[in-house]
């Protein structure tokens, strides 16, 4: 409507020639454009016939509207060429960081050798974790704390010390617990991790990272105090030194509960006095905190936040793996390598019990490194055998009973079969069907499906079977076998 109101004031025939040149002037920058031509010559094409048809066009408004067209797709080549030129750019521009980047590890590497008691293989692994690092998030330091969430989980970068940090470690638990947002909190001389009640991702980083560090110096001392009083283990030292001062008998096993009486037995004497005195000197540092504390509302050190979604930051990681139930479900790729070795090692070393469905001999103990790649019963040479990780003593006499022709129960029926599946993928792919049914969460359906691949190297196997482990760790929740009225497992990280 209000093209055609336009029309109707401005002198129809007028308005089209001049929309036409237009459209002329912005077909022809294009075409004077080396860049289009090159980077996008199919919109130039589409230009230009598109100019074509105004031109050709026959009647007033046909015309307006095809060389307002035109002109609009004549410059949709340009920005279209301008965003390919700019992507071009950007890739030469990061080709050309990496490269610097890869230098400047280098020469990091070499400064850190002559530095530091490190091999060259260590050296090379640090440099490359923190480079990583610092791709996505601020590298910490001691003028840089950094607050990073992820899943559940927060994660403080402050590189301090373990006794500070543990001070850090039980305050930052402490703000957090009077919002009812933690569960467990741990620390490392580098990091704290804090496991919290709800997703990070519901959270807004940078008002926790403020209510953690931006309290004032009446409120940290307050929070302090709680520490001292509601905190500290007093009472396990307060009894020591009591039976060093021959007020306990020595040896004395004392629970939670009595160690609370002992607080209060011997308030305001000298063994609470020292109880607390060798509390404080192992377990806090007061006056490190207030001086972080002070740093941070000078801005002499840095308040930094960095939300993780898929995987934790490279240094990160480090706490999680430590303190965390399967930490290779969120590893960075850098460490699948590392994690598929570990496995590997693990699996071999770990021992099977095979029973025999041929003659019912059972062999116990063995290593799975020390089977051969075709296991066969010892005593009647049959390759038909049970791997039996678990359980070993119910099956056995399963087997016996119903070799004997004695009728089975349900629940010895279905667990006989289920050992007689793992026999039959033995007895076909032999010692590969004894590991895969070794790996946590890998059933005789799961293994004759992985095995069904024909692997060629063991690479790609192990890396088949860590994948089957980590989707079993988390659907496993919606696997249990539970009444209706029973509520769902208890998920990963409770």
């Known amino acids: ?41 199919i919109y130039l094409t589409d230009a230009g016939k598109a100019f074509q048809e105004a031109e050709q066009a026959g009647g007033t408004e046909n015309m307006l509207h095809l060389s307002y067209l035109a002109e609009q797709k004549s410059r949709t080549a340009v920005l279209v060429a301008q965003g390919k030129r700019a992507e071009a750019e950007t890739q030469k521009l990061n080709e050309e960081t990496a490269r ?107 008002e926790i990272a403020e209510q953690l560090f931006g309290i004032d110096e009446k409120e940290l001392d307050r929070s302090l105090d709680i520490l001292t009083s509601d905190h500290l283990p007093i009472g396990v030292y307060m009894k020591f030194i009591a039976e060093r001062m021959g007020a306990l008998q020595r040896g004395l096993m004392v629970d939670g509960g009595q160690m609370n009486s002992i607080e209060l037995r011997f308030r305001n004497t000298p063994i609470h006095e020292e109880g607390l005195r060798e509390a404080l000197l192992l377990h806090t540092d007061y006056d490190a905190v207030r001086y972080i504390f ?8 840095r308040l930094a936040t960095h939300r993780s979604l898929d995987h934790p930051t490279p240094l990160g990681y480090h706490i999680l793996r430590r303190f965390v139930e399967a930490p290779e479900l969120f590893s960075p790729e850098a460490e699948r390598e590392g994690n598929l070795e570990r496995m590997r090692l693990a699996v071999n070393a770990d021992h099977v019990n095979l029973l025999c469905f041929e003659c019912g001999e059972f062999t116990d103990d063995r290593r799975i490194s020390e089977l051969p790649e075709k296991p066969a019963c010892p005593k009647c040479k049959s390759p038909i055998l049970g791997v039996l990780t678990w359980g070993a003593w119910p099956v056995r006499e399963a087997l016996e009973r119903k070799r004997m022709k004695i009728a089975l129960g349900e629940a010895e029926a279905k667990q006989l079969a289920r050992v007689r599946q793992t026999a039959d993928l033995v007895a076909v792919y032999g010692k590969r069907a004894v590991i895969a049914q070794s790996v946590y969460g890998i059933g005789p359906q799961t293994a004759a499906k992985l095995l069904a691949k024909m692997h060629e190297d063991d690479e790609a196997f192990f890396s088949d079977l860590f994948d089957a482990k980590l989707k079993y760790i988390t659907t496993r929740q919606f696997w249990d076998e539970r009444g209706p009225r029973e509520p769902a497992a208890q998920s990963l990280y409770s």
């Open 1 to 41: 409507m209000g093209l055609a109101l336009l029309v109707a004031g401005c002198g129809p025939s007028k308005m089209a020639k001049d929309q036409l040149e237009k459209a002329r002037q912005a077909y022809a920058g294009a075409q004077a454009d080396p860049a289009v031509k090159t980077l996008a010559p």
């Open 294 to 301: 002070r740093d941070v509302r000078r801005k002499k050190i």
């Open 100 to 206: 610097a980047i890869e230098k400047k590890k280098e020469k990091a590497s070499a400064a850190l050798e002559k530095e530091w008691p490190l091999n060259r293989t260590a050296v090379q692994r640090l440099v490359k974790e923190i480079t990583e690092h610092r791709r996505i998030a601020p590298v910490p330091s001691d003028r840089c704390i950094l607050v990073e969430g992820f899943d559940r989980f927060l994660i403080v970068h402050a590189g301090f010390g373990e006794v500070v940090n543990e001070t850090l470690g039980d305050l930052c638990e402490e703000l957090l617990a009077r919002k009812n947002l933690v569960r467990h909190w741990w620390a490392d001389a580098h990091r704290i991790l804090l496991e919290l009640v709800v997703d990070t991702k519901d959270l807004d980083l940078e």
